[in-house]
């Protein structure tokens, strides 16, 4: 039937272009791709561009496209979105045609082509979408169908090619490319480079990043690896530089033996960018990063040497798994995600020191699954995509989070010897080429006893999360009779088949048992006439998913647990207990997280113990609560930063102090930090510390505030981050009527181009304690999601929704946000999800109980 259905679609293919039937509807559609993937083959592009001009310069830019076609008397689209007039000269196959571009394609038609070889010279204007031009630098960014708005090409990552760049450039400028630098040559105006023909590798993947960077080069293991970078802090560049390259190379050899598959490809280089919009970018030969997370001060915190090491393996692992390998429709774009931050996870256990992998496994993507899991806006691991253009909304914390906790499910439950076999033939059996997720299940079900299909449909198919409950039956303080059950939170029949423990917490032991849920009830009889413990902890290996009990009898039981992976399970469990209403009442939280704190002295389960105390304080008090406990609050966390000896957890109690800062005494403690640059204790601040401390000054209006922003721009140093304050500065102010026009600046795309900047400045505007008077802003942004996601990166629309309506607690915004989506009952589905998760806490506030329960 499928092959009956192809010929069926390549017949009526003419008849269907010019109905702009969905095969030249805009965007990339399935259909469309499914044709040309038979059809067309052997791609290779050779572009030059002419990019010596400012950042508003049109960009002069030739290409030749060579392809096979297996069929003739058809016209075939290229994917290009441009204006009209982009396109100056077209010939096909030599002959001169006029350019068509109809409905984002630019269309080669019928009659000039021929089965078998093609070649098609362009004459255009580069589109400058996906350029992220700069005065000093521009890199490109085109994932996950951007390629088609900076050159005419197959925009699908079924259809690999090969690239011959040449770039035209500015004197002072360097360049990297996917190929290795093959010739320069230079003028008395600018610099010519030409690159080989590149690696195969899909359009996404095309990159170059070109300006006035330093350039490092280390050899590594017989590799040559060329690093650029625009930072010029030595405290963050002399301890940070041996950390990057060092990570980097111990990736390379443990992705080389995990899937005895040599680097795959011709270069391994990288740029540091300013303000990117992805923590990275995995371009072979060229792969980009966000500078802050790679140059650290010597005095890094865990949590931050963790998320560098984490990227820098990420990025490395998807060669692999993403580039060697790739998905054939971007509904399997987790596949390739979930696999680099599967292999992150185990080289961050070689590369980072005193590295306890099931903890830090456990705070990096367990509550980041779960913020998204527990909301109305949740979907499943793998989702249906009808056209490339609506692929950036798949992106998210499931496939970065949520993906990786059930690889590591599926790792138990084969066996890791078993998976990392069946990983391996599927790398040789795809190589270079591209795969879908039944491709891969197919090859492990092999390798696997279990029913992976069964498996498969619950984990990665539907979505959601088990809530595991249990039944004791006690006589004379021994266990009779105990039984887990699972309900899916949603209500539906679902059952989740997964392995976890629970811990037995005994005065001078714990003892652990494994359960096996692959039912809706099991019955563990190994328990059956032993103690009763003090306390059990559900999920104590920090492997299992879902909302598990929190069973303690005394709060200080949890502080007490013997290691810190059992404290992070209990904490974690008790949290979401909390927003499920089935924890103590807000009067309760800050006396348990106030001793929590105190007593907890594991770098990362303080971090996560502070994270909580700090959404509960300014999302879920009410306000008027909040303010009559700050001082308080206040209080303990500076007392306990003074009796803490740790630099970094210091540093931790400092920033969450900072943030939670309500009276005027901690303001001025504040401001004095600020104005003679002396941290407290043995804490090292630096420049992006003082940035947050001046904001923090500005949002609270303390006085002179619009000073200190000033004086804060005269700190700044580096040209990159002193635009970025200057960027900030309206949303810091305390004049509403500058704060108003910024937004309003906002509506226009040009002044979105910098996402991360708009995102924290977002923040500043929808801060908790502006909440009042940024109301009004809601419905507007919210008008402009739909046009963020066709302007903006994969990121730009969930972290534009993140940012404004994180801390709303109101009534009205509650109003305004169903309001808005009852007036657009045909939203787009996937953007409605991204309202949904980013309105989850808004609605979660007035539901919680206000009852004086206690925690005991």
């Known amino acids: 039937m499928r092959y009956f259905n192809s010929l069926l679609c390549l017949a009526l293919f003419p008849l269907l272009l010019q109905a702009q039937s969905p095969l030249t509807e805009a965007g990339v559609s399935e259909q469309l791709a499914q044709y040309r993937k038979q059809a067309v083959s052997q791609i290779t592009y050779t572009l030059g561009l002419d990019i010596t001009g400012s950042p508003g310069t049109p960009i002069a830019a030739t290409e030749n496209i060579t392809f096979h076609l297996s069929n003739t008397g058809k016209a075939l689209p290229l994917d290009f979105k441009a204006p009209a007039g982009a396109v100056q000269q077209l010939e096909v196959n030599g002959k001169s045609t006029a350019p068509q571009l109809l409905n984002e394609h630019l269309i080669l038609p019928a009659s000039l082509l021929q089965r078998g070889r093609n070649q098609i010279a362009i004459r255009f204007t580069a589109g400058a979408a996906a350029l992220n031009r700069n005065a000093d630098y521009m890199y490109t960014l085109l994932v996950p169908e951007r390629a088609r708005t900076v050159f005419p090409c197959f925009d699908q990552p079924d259809l690999k090619a090969v690239f011959n760049l040449s770039l035209q450039l500015p004197l002072q400028w360097k360049a990297i490319a996917n190929g290795t630098l093959q010739d320069s040559t230079t003028t008395t105006t600018c610099k010519q480079y030409r690159f080989k023909t590149s ?63 040599p680097y795959p490809f011709q270069q391994f280089n990288f740029a540091a960018l300013p303000d990117f919009q992805f923590g990275g970018m995995e371009h072979p030969g060229a792969i980009q990063y966000k500078a802050p997370t790679l140059f650290l001060e010597e005095s890094a915190t865990r949590d931050q040497l963790n998320a560098r090491s984490n990227l820098l393996s990420h990025e490395t692992a998807h060669m692999w798994f993403g580039d060697l390998v790739t998905m054939r429709w971007f509904n399997d774009v ?40 527990r909301t109305e806006g949740t979907h499943p691991i793998r989702q249906q995509l009808n056209n490339l253009k609506d692929a950036g909304s798949m992106y998210g914390n499931i496939i970065y989070h949520k ?79 105990f039984t887990v059950t699972q309900k899916a939170e949603d209500g539906s029949s679902k059952i989740w088949p997964q392995l976890f423990e629970i811990a037995l917490v005994y005065p001078d032991h714990v003892e652990e048992v494994t359960v096996n849920m692959n039912s809706g009830k099991v019955h563990l009889p190994e328990l059956v006439g032993r103690k009763v413990p003090a306390a059990l902890v559900f999920n ?55 001793s929590a704190i105190s007593a907890e002295k594991d770098e990362l389960c303080l971090n996560m113990l502070l994270d909580q105390l700090q959404n509960i304080y300014w999302r879920f008090f009410p306000a008027p609560y909040r303010q009559t406990i700050a001082k308080e609050a206040e209080q303990i966390l500076w007392r306990t930063l003074a009796e803490n000896t740790n630099a970094n957890q210091q540093k931790l109690l400092f920033k ?138 994969i990121f730009f629309p969930q972290n534009w929704l993140q940012a404004t309506l ?27 999800n991204k309202i949904l998760q980013a309105a989850d806490n808004v609605f979660r506030a007035h539901q919680l109980p206000a009852s004086a329960q206690t925690v005991q």
Not at 202 to 226: C, M, N, P, W
Not at 229 to 249: H, V
Not at 336 to 350: Q, R, T
Request: aromatic share 12%; hydrophobic share 40%; charged share 20%.
């Open 199 to 261: 690696d195969t590798i899909s359009t996404y993947l095309f990159a170059f990043v070109a300006g006035k960077f330093t350039e490092t080069v280390r050899q590594l293991d017989g590799r040559t690896i060329h690093g650029l970078y625009r930072e010029n802090d030595t405290a963050k560049l002399r301890p940070s530089l041996p950390s990057i390259f060092s990570i980097q190379s111990n990736a390379l050899r443990f992705m080389e033996d995990y899937t005895q598959i």
């Open 334 to 373: 987790w596949m390739k995600e979930v696999f680099a931050n599967f292999m992150a996870d185990k080289i961050g256990n070689l590369t980072v020191q005193n590295n306890n992998f099931d903890l830090k496994f456990l705070t990096d993507h367990y509550p980041a699954a779960y913020s998204v899991d």
């Open 403 to 481: 993906a990786p906790i059930m690889m590591r499910q599926l790792e138990r439950l084969m066996g890791a010897d078993s998976l990392r076999t069946g990983l391996r033939e599927y790398l040789r059996t795809y190589a270079n080429g591209n795969a879908s997720w039944p491709d891969l299940i197919n090859i492990l079900d092999r390798y696997c006893a279990a029913d992976l299909q069964a498996w498969n449909k619950v984990w990665v198919n539907e979505s959601g999360r088990p809530v595991i409950s249990y039944r004791a039956v006690l006589d004379k303080g021994r266990f009779i009779d």
């Open 540 to 594: 104590a290996n920090g492997q299992g998913y879902g909302v598990f009990p929190y069973v303690f009898d005394k709060a200080n039981q949890t502080f007490n647990l013997p290691s810190p992976l059992l404290r992070a399970s209990a904490y974690l469990n008790l949290y979401e207990n909390i927003l499920r209403g089935n924890g103590p009442s807000h009067t309760a939280w800050l006396p348990f997280y106030t």
């Open 656 to 793: 969450a102090y900072s943030n939670m800062a309500l009276n005027r005494a901690a303001q001025d403690t504040l401001f004095r930090i600020w104005q003679t640059q002396q941290a407290p204790g043995n804490i090292k601040l630096v420049e992006d510390d003082y940035n947050n401390l001046a904001a923090a000054l500005c949002i609270r209006a303390y006085p002179g505030s619009d000073t200190i922003a000033l004086a804060q721009l005269a700190r700044i140093h580096n040209a990159d981050r002193k635009l970025r304050w200057q960027f900030l500065m309206p949303a810091l102010s305390d004049v509403p009527a500058r704060r108003d026009s910024f937004f309003q600046a906002l509506s226009k795309p040009e002044n979105r181009t910098k996402e991360a900047w708009v995102g924290t400045a977002l923040n500043y505007l929808h801060h908790p304690l502006r909440t009042a008077y940024s109301v009004k802003y809601l419905p507007q942004s919210l008008e402009l999601v739909e046009e963020i996601q066709k302007t903006g990166d």
């Open 806 to 832: 994180g801390y709303y607690q109101s009534e009205e915004a509650v109003v305004i946000i169903k309001r808005f989506l009852q007036q657009h009952k045909n939203y787009n589905p996937k953007l409605k």
